[in-house]
């Protein structure tokens, strides 16, 4: 009989089939590692433009609401800057119990001041609740479970002279609230301009603010709490309408690279009228597999060109004010 023949792989071919498989197993994991990376990097473009628009709506919001039931002698402060984030200060509206509240104006008057009190680092005033009835928005300063006070540590302050607001306003950080009524603070932008000839008898006021600002590890905070990361710029126009003609004139924007700085100190704030503000985002993770991606410049801030595979995204949205320019005098 004769004898099966017996059929095998030889050695050989085992060694070039396990080599053929092997990379076929690294061009098939090699591929989707990658389309893991782009999803995971699409994902992350997704939240930050999401982001981005949580975050303007806040903004737009304290902006639109910003000198309700103030003078519009300290509507708002900020610091303008061309190779860093901007900041600004508006109102802080949410201490304000509507319905309560009926007083043309509830700014706090710094007691006996004619100008900022630069030579101290505390001011009197002759209130620190603003609310006439109610006081829902205060803060307990002294931690007796009483709300005594509109102003609260580590918050912020806009100060300006109600009766010349021409003089511009100053605007920092409250260290120290001290019933009955002394404030401690530092001063971080502006200040009061000497009184012109003609000038009416000052009144130095001081009202409780919220301030927008970027840290140096792009965290953006409202106050003095955190609210989002990975932001790399806030960058702020101002339009100051200086003759009143309620158009844009030349070099009516401040801050936009076109027009001058803008300087808290010695402008009328109740001549603002609008403010473009441009939030640039970026992602939390570099794109794989690419290395484009630049610092965006918006407005007057200069930037460096550096690819470094991050995505950003910036959202810019023009803001009109609701309590300046379309009410009778307080």
């Not at 498989?21 to 098939?28: C, D, F, Q, T």
């Not at 303008?80 to 309560?100: F, K, N």
């Not at 100053?170 to 301009?193: H, K, M, S, W, Y």
Request: net charge negative; glycine share 8%.
């Amino acid at each position: 009989m004769a004898q099966r023949r017996r059929s095998a792989f030889t050695l050989v071919e085992l060694m070039v089939a396990t080599a053929v498989l092997g990379v076929i197993l690294v061009y098939v994991f090699g591929t989707m590692v990658t389309t893991q990376k782009k999803a995971i990097a699409l994902t992350d473009t997704v939240d930050t433009q999401q982001a981005a628009r949580q975050i303007a709506d806040l903004i737009e919001r304290d902006i639109r609401h910003t000198a309700m039931m103030i003078d519009d002698a300290a509507a708002f402060c900020g610091l303008d800057r061309t190779d860093a984030p901007d900041s600004l200060y508006v109102t802080d509206w949410e201490v304000i119990t509507l319905g309560d509240d009926l007083d043309a104006s509830l700014a706090a008057t710094v007691t006996g001041a004619t100008d900022l009190p630069s030579s101290a680092s505390y001011f009197l005033v002759d209130r620190l609740m603003l609310e006439l009835k109610t006081p829902s928005g205060s803060f307990d300063t002294d931690g007796d479970g009483t709300m005594d006070s509109d102003f609260s540590t580590a918050g912020q302050v806009i100060l300006a002279d109600a009766n010349n607001p021409e003089r511009g306003t100053a605007c920092g950080t409250i260290t120290g609230v001290l019933p009955p009524n002394q404030l401690r603070f530092d001063l971080e932008a502006g200040g009061l301009a000497a009184l012109g000839t003609g000038s009416d008898t000052p009144r130095i006021i001081a009202v409780p603010a919220i301030r927008y600002q970027v840290d140096g590890g792009q965290t953006l905070s409202r106050g003095a709490y955190p609210l989002a990361e990975n932001i790399e710029d806030l960058q702020f126009a101002w339009f100051i309408d200086d003759d009143e003609d309620n158009s844009i004139d030349a070099g009516e924007y401040r801050g936009d690279g076109a027009g001058g700085l803008y300087t808290a100190q010695g402008i009328d704030c109740s001549r603002l009228r609008e403010i473009r503000m441009n939030v640039v985002l970026r992602t939390e993770d570099t794109e794989p597999g690419t290395s484009t991606g630049n610092p965006i410049a918006t407005e007057n801030r200069s930037v460096t060109p550096t690819q470094d595979g991050f995505r950003r995204r910036v959202y810019t949205s023009v803001v009109r004010l609701r309590n300046l320019g379309r009410r009778a005098e307080l």
